[in-house]
Structure formats: structure tokens, C-alpha cells
């Protein structure tokens, strides 16, 4: 055992059962895989935490929740899960998971299970009386009563991970505390509640979200993160790169990118490093889709397709221009009681962007007038 300095919660106990899991090869990538989508060497904010980090910060909340006698689990599997539950990120973490579900049909939560198959991980897990199966059902969200405290509206996942990206990120301070969150879970009749003293808290982290996904959704993030996702793309399309991809590191999956693919992908991702972003032609942003806008935001398979429809109406090369189509992931509607009955600070909204090499800011009309084509 050894003592772990984290950058949240101070020095962390480490049990034997970590220390093993540590020294695996499953968790070790994760300290190369960030836990912003857009690696942080393409934007200028600060350095943002690692995805091995987030998880310790998840498995340490998991430790607090457990500790109370109603949340007696067998073999710690809630902690576990904590630990685990990110290790099915694909380099880029969500900015992938479009292609993880494309290539294999999984989601990142579900590639787990891939990623630990007969390794080293389970044998440990098993050693020190973890349950698989449990674990599984927890990260996805599906054992009962416990997985909303994974896989969640307000899980340990994001009480840790919206704190950990905000300050690192410079967006903000200290707004609210995770420990206290997460002492405040509790159980009735098998069902989750939050004690309602953490309010203060819950107002933090609405605040602290708010403020993160407005970085998030800046164009400098999306630029950047829409042309990785097209070289992705664009490489996929060439055969440039294989389903080997999704078990890469951050800096070797840019690696790959940057110098061993097609001209199109080198060029997008060498200029997302550099800074070189492209600039935004138009957007739809609305609290009232349209029927066309709730499919487009439905599938993140449309990203591509919309791309490849403005470049070939303009005429221009299809690396020349990147879209980003989502629903706002800022908004959350806690589903816990008694937090259940309180309204969001924000609406959701529905969002169409779309970036473009500088060398066509005068298409900018053009494109403005086919995005609201699309979605009539």
C-alpha cells in the first residue's frame, strides 16, 4: 500500500487490491488518455486531468458511499466499478465512442468488457472477492439499486469529473464538494435519495457545469474537436486505420493520425495541434426542434453524412469541413429524490454547427442557407 496525492481530495489510502490493479496495462492507458475529448495540446486552457486520475477521484467516492452500513456491497464491487468503469475509453474518449459503436456496436461502458476480457484484471478482481458480473451491471448503469451511483444523473462519475475538468481546465474554483455529495446518498425501501442538506452543493455543481460545458461548447473546443473527429473519419473511410485503434493512448492514436495516414487526416489533425482552427460558417442552436433537428441530434452517425452534403453542395474538399450536431450535455434532470422535483438551471437545447477552413468565411450564406434546408 502506498499513499496516492490527488489534486481533489488530498492524499488517498491505496488498498493492496488498487496498488495490483494499478500496474495493469488496462489502467495504466488510462493515464494517457485525457479526460477532456479534445486532447489539451489543441486548446488554450489548462491541462486537464487524465482519465486513470478521474477514476481514483470515482473509486474514492465509491469508498464513502460504501462505508455506510445500508450500502454494505459484497467484494467492495461499487468501488471496483468506480475504478474500472472508464477503462473502455477509447482514445479521445467521447469523441470516438461515435466510431466505437459504428466499427463494434458498443458503447464505450459496454467495450469494457472487451477491454478486460481475460486479462490480468479479473483475476486480481476475483483474488480480492470482486464479482465481474456485478461490476458490469454497475458501470452500465443496470444493477439495482446501486448502478444510478455509477452510471447516473448525479453519479460519483460526474460529481468528480465536472469538478476535476473545471479547475483544471482554469474555468473555475472550488464550487461544491463531491465528499459531501457523496455521503449524501442514502437508501429507503431499495431505492437511492440524496439527504437534502446538500443542497448547497447541488446548486455548486449546476453552477460548476454550467461553466464547463459553456467551455465545452465554445468554438475553439468544437473546432478543434470536429476536425479530430473528420480525420478519424476521413482515415477510417482510407483503410488507414484498424478496430487496433480503440486500444490506443491518446498520444499514439495522434501519432498514427499525424503521420501515418492520408494527406486529408495529417493535414486536419497537424492544424488542430497547431491551433490552426477552423472558423465557423453557421449554427442552429434551439430549446424547440424541429422533427429533422431531433433525428440529426438522435445519431452522431449524421456528422459525417451532413459534412459530406455541405462540402459537395459548395464544392470544396470534404476535409474542409467539419460539423458538430448534439443535444446540449450540459443539461441534466436529476432523477434521485428529493432532487427529482427540482427544475435544471438551463434548458435543453439542440445544437448544429458547422466550421470551415478559413480560406471559405465567404460561403458563410451558403451554408447558413442549407443547414436550415436540412432541418425543415
Not at 451511483?149 to 460519483?156: E, R, V
Not at 446548486?203 to 479530430?228: H, I
Request: aromatic share 10%.
Amino acid at each position: 500500500m502506498f499513499d496516492y496525492t490527488d489534486p481533489l481530495y488530498g492524499k488517498l489510502p491505496i488498498s493492496k487490491a488498487e496498488t495490483e490493479l494499478f500496474q495493469t496495462p488496462q489502467l495504466a492507458r488510462l493515464r494517457d488518455i485525457s479526460l477532456s475529448a479534445v486532447p489539451t495540446i489543441m486548446l488554450p486552457w489548462g491541462k486537464i486531468a487524465s482519465r486513470f486520475e478521474h477514476s481514483v477521484g470515482v473509486a474514492h467516492l465509491a469508498k464513502l458511499v460504501a462505508e455506510q452500513t445500508n450500502f454494505s456491497i459484497s467484494g467492495q464491487d461499487l468501488i471496483f466499478a468506480g475504478l474500472l468503469h472508464d477503462v473502455g475509453s477509447p482514445p479521445f474518449s467521447h469523441l470516438t465512442e461515435i466510431f466505437l459503436e459504428e466499427k463494434l456496436g458498443k458503447t464505450h461502458e459496454q467495450f469494457v468488457e472487451e477491454v478486460l476480457e481475460s486479462s490480468e484484471v479479473w483475476t486480481i478482481i476475483q483474488k480480492y472477492g470482486g464479482h465481474p458480473e456485478t461490476i458490469f451491471a454497475l458501470i452500465n448503469g443496470k444493477q439495482s439499486p446501486f448502478g444510478p451511483l455509477i452510471a447516473g444523473t448525479i453519479d460519483l462519475d460526474n460529481l468528480d469529473n465536472t469538478l476535476r475538468f473545471g479547475i483544471g481546465a482554469g474555468l473555475i474554483k472550488r464550487l461544491y464538494e463531491p465528499e459531501n455529495l457523496a455521503r449524501a446518498f442514502g437508501l429507503i425501501n431499495q431505492k437511492l435519495f440524496l439527504a437534502d442538506t446538500v443542497k448547497r452543493d447541488i446548486d455548486g455543481w449546476e453552477f460548476c457545469r454550467e461553466q464547463v460545458y459553456t467551455a465545452v461548447y465554445s468554438d475553439t473546443n468544437l473546432a478543434s474537436g470536429t476536425m479530430l473527429v473528420r480525420a478519424i473519419e476521413l482515415a477510417f473511410r482510407a483503410g488507414d486505420i484498424s478496430e487496433d485503434f480503440f486500444f490506443r493512448t491518446d498520444h499514439q492514436a495522434l501519432y498514427l493520425l499525424e503521420n501515418t495516414c492520408n494527406p486529408a487526416t495529417q493535414m486536419l489533425t497537424n492544424n488542430a495541434r497547431l491551433w490552426k482552427h477552423y472558423h465557423k460558417a453557421a449554427e442552429i442552436i434551439t430549446t424547440s426542434p424541429s422533427p429533422a433537428m431531433r433525428e440529426l441530434c438522435r445519431d452522431k452517425s449524421h456528422w459525417g453524412k451532413v459534412a459530406d452534403t455541405i462540402a459537395t453542395e459548395l464544392t470544396i474538399p470534404p476535409e474542409e469541413v467539419t460539423v458538430h450536431i448534439d443535444k446540449d450535455k450540459g443539461y441534466k434532470q436529476i432523477d434521485i429524490p428529493p432532487f427529482d422535483a427540482h427544475a435544471p438551471r438551463q434548458q435543453l437545447r439542440y445544437m448544429l454547427q458547422v466550421y470551415l477552413h478559413p480560406r471559405h468565411t465567404n460561403l458563410q450564406p451558403q451554408v447558413d442557407k442549407l443547414l436550415h434546408q436540412l432541418i425543415s
